[in-house]
């Protein structure tokens, strides 16, 4: 990419978002008052920094890659969104959109930098995956209620048990013990539950991408859903090949309890009330699979099934978003979710890299 200096020099002083020339090395070379005012620093602390400084940690690997395969010839320009910490101290979302000036002979240059302020829109974004993290609680609240009503009705049941057998003056210590065992699996039960739900209600700002077991995902995601299935009947069939993962747990957790939400949503007036999960990898990415015997969908409905705020669901059951917002997450694991076309069975399938590098 050549570019006339003379052109340039107006447009870039005068755009209205950020923009700078940047070394090779990432040094800045030049500013505008846009990208000053933006960030807060003055030109000149600018002009004795690099980006390197002031991007977010888990966004400068990627960031860094893109900038040698401008280098190498491998892509022409890239834009990508990313964290930058503001002279305050916070963080703030950009998108940035990156050129490489090269001299006549075709050796680089120099970067071309322009940055658009979006931390707005991702504080929006970040509040609607909330609320709808809260609504998917408050639709499983029944359940999640049945599924520590139960459990404390028997420790309730195995403390009276284990009362009667001490006030025995020979109180048979095999069957205290059993008792004791069913009151900590119990519990051990209760608060599995109670760690899913903290995990889940945590906010998007506090999620960072982190290695984790596919199958603890896959546990954490099934103990907010599994009472629900019983009392209503529902058959669960799961098959979870383990691996470690790199991802934020507690929205690939978020993205299984919304398909599995929806499935039971599908089955629950179904005769035939069965919903299957797989988890599988290659050694490079994860597949997941969640399927359900209900009616099968239409295809008017399934051209617009990822849209924010389409629903099939009566006024006040769902708010149209979580698929549109399961979406969204999915994308940030560089991976894909659809609605398989093929399968005998309304299938989700969800594929991410294992590692996000």
């Known amino acids: 990419m050549t570019i006339d200096f003379d052109l340039f020099e107006n447009a870039f002083e005068f755009a209205p978002i950020g923009m700078a020339l940047v070394s090779l090395d990432g040094k800045f070379l030049k500013v505008n008052q846009s990208l000053v005012e933006l960030w807060g620093y003055d030109e000149e602390e600018l002009l004795n920094i690099d980006f390197q400084t002031i991007t977010h940690e888990e966004d400068l690997g990627r960031d860094l890659n893109l900038l040698h395969q401008l280098v190498d010839r491998k892509i022409n320009s890239y834009r990508i969104e990313k964290r930058y910490f503001h002279k305050n101290g916070k963080t703030m979302w950009a998108l940035l959109s990156v050129s490489l000036i090269r001299s006549k002979d075709g050796s680089p240059k120099f970067f071309i930098s322009q940055i658009l302020d979006i931390t707005e829109i991702k504080n929006a974004q970040h509040t609607m995956v909330y609320n709808s993290k809260m609504i998917a609680l408050g639709e499983m609240a029944a359940g999640i209620a049945h599924e520590i009503n139960n459990p404390l009705a028997i420790i309730h049941l195995n403390a009276v048990a284990i009362e009667e057998s001490l006030n025995d003056p020979n109180p048979d210590k095999k069957l205290v013990s059993s008792f004791l065992k069913k009151i900590n699996d119990t519990v051990s039960r209760i608060n599995g539950v109670v760690t899913s739900l903290r995990k889940l209600s945590r906010r998007s700002e506090e ?18 859903c599994l009472e629900k299935f019983r009392i ?6 799961k098959t979870v090949q383990n691996t470690m993962i790199e991802c934020r747990p507690v929205e690939i957790s978020q993205v299984l309890i919304n398909l599995l939400n929806n499935a039971f949503y599908a089955v629950r007036n179904s005769e035939e009330k069965e919903i299957e999960l797989i988890a599988s990898h290659d050694g490079k990415k994860v597949r997941i699979e969640v399927s359900d015997s209900g009616p099968a969908i239409a295809p008017e409905i399934r051209a617009k099934i990822m849209e924010p705020f389409f629903t099939t669901k009566p006024l006040g059951e769902g708010t149209g978003l979580g698929l549109s917002i399961s979406r969204n997450i999915i994308d940030s694991h560089k991976g894909t979710i659809v609605l398989c076309e093929k399968a005998s069975r309304t299938t989700f399938v969800v594929e991410f890299p294992i590692s996000q590098h």
């Open 207 to 224: 999620i960072h991408f982190e290695k984790c077991e596919l199958e603890l995902i896959v546990q954490d995601s099934l103990a907010l």
């Open 232 to 237: 209503s009947g529902v058959k669960l069939n």
